[in-house]
């Protein structure tokens, strides 16, 4: 168990520090582009539009970093407050402070937020922004000489006995051997930190003396990637076999080198061919003198062709990097493949231990979707199914229904549980994350993953297929929600309670609706959320952690800035009478990537919530409600605007 919480610990810093630095690639990109171009020894020579590089790399690319990273851990707020503190070290030292970016970034955010959190509620009405500006004026202020007079000569020292090092390596002939860190580390998540953090400052440095630099090609050569994709075209299996061609495209020309940690995980013996291949091309690098004047980002040929000083060896150099290093991996890859026990490789799987490791969703997570199945002719039921069967899936059959019924298409949408799904399911759709789940469940069904609920374009396409499938003389739509559910008339709430007692008055009552609120994540709001439940007395108390262990399975996040977290499956028995409480966030919170404005808590006992969440889902669906109610002043006001979704 300790084992694990330092892997989980180590992925998940992986993982921040690469937030740090993938949303700024962009401008990476614009000023390799500008020195590739502009340099005395680049493509188009021009000292006046040379003068940009120095400022860029100085200055422009370590308070993007140092914003970003302070804007995740305390939004804008502790952005402003990061970029502050990181002026102090970019002008305490003469390299490319990316490194104490990384740390001042993330530590003026950190601090801003416990100073909030401290005054919270301390501030008289009227001097709210006297205070957040000045407490963060002050306070940057104060972070920014730290780090001009600690930070920036430490990690001026630091960078010293790294520069040190790497001539050490390089004089000695061992540089090959960094890939022994640096090729696991990608699948870690850590080869932001390492490349743009360590790598890139010292390259800077070495390209400022000599035009170019080795160390820009020790994390983006594709080639030990491309070589392990290669080996699964030829010697894999099912459907990892099948997709391997287009990975290698994404992953070659396309520069997203995560495409192939999937297949790294499903045989981690290929690790040794991820690190034989690096090896092989840093050594051919060395030996034929190979570097770039500016980093390759993303690490993509293309990427590496437009910053290669223009000249023939130059050109032969890097290519036969790339080239070696491909065939090297490919040979101990496919040695692997055809020796070790074969069998069909999930590649399903793989991909989604990688997102876990990630901690969010991978951008290339479709690139490994399954089949969906064959569209079913005579189409009478379409099945929403989510984890629990109370929520997300709920609220997405509510959309669905309607939409089938303005189409008049004749065909009955329910939701269910995973578990509770029929076997003569014909249509089942689930969000992205489940959908192997429900394959397993149904295999003959076909299947629509959405990733959002309240407005996937999969719902307009799923009818036009319908519609040109003549399906709409079948049966009738289900019209009521509490029909969905079987059971539901059969069933009292609880005792001494029956089902038309409970109507939408006890599901949302004012003092549940929660205005103008704040948190700094999204388990933080998640237990509020169920803490209000509890105290409302829909549920009990251990209800609140499997409210988080359900977001924790997949995302409660719906779309259109909506959140529901709700119960696990098992949970239900914790649930004593149907009930709602909503928390409107203007500022809004994170949910996985998404920000979160409007958080709806449910607790759902035998369908009786149905009907109310039909309504919410109808009101939701329409960003401009989105808006009205986050923007209301009262409770009232936002449950007469979700009300007219249940008129």
Not at 46 to 58: D, G, I, R, Y
Not at 417 to 422: C, K, L, Q, T
Not at 430 to 457: C, G, I, M
Request: overall charge negative.
């Amino acid at each position: 168990m300790a084992h694990f919480n330092i892997k989980v610990a180590v992925q998940k810093f992986g993982n921040f520090l690469s937030s740090m630095v993938m949303p700024n690639i962009s401008a990476f990109i614009a000023w390799g582009l500008i020195t590739a171009l502009f340099i005395p020894s680049g493509f188009l020579p021009n000292e006046s539009l040379a003068k940009m590089v120095t400022p860029m790399v100085t200055f422009l690319l370590p308070l993007l970093i140092g914003y970003t990273g302070g804007k995740l851990i305390h939004d804008h707020r502790g952005g402003v407050v990061g970029a502050i503190a990181t002026m102090g070290v970019i002008v305490g030292s003469d390299i490319p402070m990316f490194l104490g970016a990384m740390i001042m970034g993330p530590f003026g955010g950190y601090a801003i937020k416990k100073f909030d959190q401290l005054i919270e509620g301390k501030i008289k009405a009227g001097f709210e922004m006297l205070v957040n500006n000045f407490s963060a004026g002050i306070l940057g202020g104060l972070l920014s000489i730290l780090s001009f007079l600690a930070i920036g000569p430490a990690v001026d020292v630091f960078t010293g006995w790294l520069v040190a090092g790497v001539d050490w390596l390089v004089g000695t002939g061992l540089l090959p051997l960094t890939s022994i860190l640096i090729e696991p580390a990608k699948v870690l998540f850590l080869n932001n930190a390492i490349n743009h953090g360590v790598l890139s400052p010292i390259g800077v440095e070495q390209v400022k003396q000599t035009g170019a630099s080795i160390l820009f090609l020790l994390e983006s050569n594709p080639g030990p990637g491309i070589g392990v994709l290669l080996a699964y075209c030829f010697f894999g299996k099912g459907t990892a076999k099948k997709s391997a061609p287009g990975a290698a495209i994404i992953h070659f020309f396309g520069g997203i080198h995560e495409i192939y940690f999937p297949y790294i995980l499903m045989k981690p013996m290929l690790f040794l061919a991820v690190i034989l291949g690096g090896m092989s091309g840093v050594f051919t690098l060395v030996l034929l003198g190979g570097g770039l004047f500016a980093p390759a980002s993303p690490g993509s040929i293309l990427a590496i062709t437009a910053v290669t000083p223009h000249n023939a060896g130059a050109y032969v150099a890097n290519f036969a990097g790339v080239i070696v290093a491909a065939l090297v991996s490919f040979i101990v890859g496919a040695f692997i493949l055809k020796t070790g026990k074969q069998s069909e490789e999930n590649i399903e799987d793989a991909a989604k231990k990688m997102q876990e490791m990630k901690g969010k969703k991978s951008s290339v997570a479709d690139v490994f979707a399954s089949d969906p199945g064959t569209m079913p002719t005579n189409v009478s039921k379409i099945i929403f199914a989510c984890d629990a069967g109370m929520g997300s899936s709920a609220m997405g059959a509510s959309l669905l229904r309607k939409k089938v019924k303005e189409a008049g298409l004749n065909i009955a949408v329910t939701n269910t549980a995973i578990s509770n799904i029929p076997a003569d399911a014909q249509i089942v759709i689930t969000q992205e994350e489940l959908t192997p789940r429900a394959q397993n469940k149904v295999p003959n069904a076909y299947h629509v993953s959405v990733d959002n609920f309240l407005s996937s374009p999969e719902y307009d396409a799923l009818l036009a297929r319908l519609q040109d499938d003549g399906t709409d003389e079948l049966h009738e739509i289900v019209e009521d929600a509490e029909e969905k559910v079987p059971g539901v008339r059969e069933h009292s709430i609880e005792p001494g309670i029956n089902e038309d007692e409970q109507d939408d008055n006890e599901l949302l009552r004012e003092e549940n609706v929660f205005l103008n609120q704040q948190f700094a994540n999204k388990e933080e709001a998640i237990r509020f959320a169920g803490r209000a439940l509890f105290n409302a007395g829909y549920v009990k108390e251990s209800y609140i952690e499997a409210m988080i262990a359900r977001d924790e399975l997949t995302s409660t996040y719906m779309g259109n800035d909506v959140a529901i977290p709700h119960g696990t499956e098992e949970a239900k028995k914790d649930v004593l009478k149907s009930g709602f409480t909503v928390l409107q966030i203007p500022d809004g919170v994170d949910f996985d990537g998404q920000k979160a404005r409007l958080i709806f808590g449910i607790a759902g006992k035998d369908g009786t919530h149905l009907e109310i969440l039909s309504g919410i889902a109808v009101t939701c669906s329409e960003m401009e409600n989105i808006e009205k109610m986050v923007k209301a002043t009262s409770a009232r006001e936002l449950m007469d605007i979700i009300n007219v979704g249940n008129n």
